[in-house]
């Protein structure tokens, strides 16, 4: 099957709902410089489509780990779960910073699992996370807050 075609607009369109930022492991577009990657949440291979509601930011190891998959395995459990959906779950239901925001940790079966499958904490990024909030560019100022907007310290800091 071809590939469909991402316009320059619906791209911008995905870039701004995803924050610009990768939808995953909340890396910055503007701290890594390359433009994130348009993942396609359901994978072209399984069906999904190019619809803004499919579509969403990746950063390149994410993508790269994430690949074709939609499921992954709960570490904590051993039970098959569903990936994280960007556009249908809250990130901040499913993932928080540790380690001054070093570190992101599943709190649920699709966090466990997501976190795992896409190698959220893989040695070099979390190396390169501690450089970011040395200079405080991360964690996301936003995800210093909980869902109901009160600020939230992740552990460590
Ligand atoms: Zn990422």
Known sequence: MPRQHISRTQRLRVAATARNRCA????????????????????EAAGGTATDQN????????NSHKSDRTHAVDPETGVLS????????VWHEHFEWTDKGAVVVGKTPVG???????????????ATRRLWIAVGWHPPVDDLRDAGGRAVNPSGA
């Open 55 to 62: 579509l969403t930011l990746a950063c390149p190891l994410c």
């Open 24 to 43: 995953y492991c909340h890396t910055a577009e503007r701290v890594i410089g390359p433009f994130l990657e348009i993942d396609h949440i359901v994978p």
């Open 82 to 89: 569903p990936l994280f959906h960007p556009n249908g779950q």
């Open 112 to 126: 466990r699992a997501t976190v795992a499958a896409l190698d959220l904490n893989h040695p070099d990024i979390v």
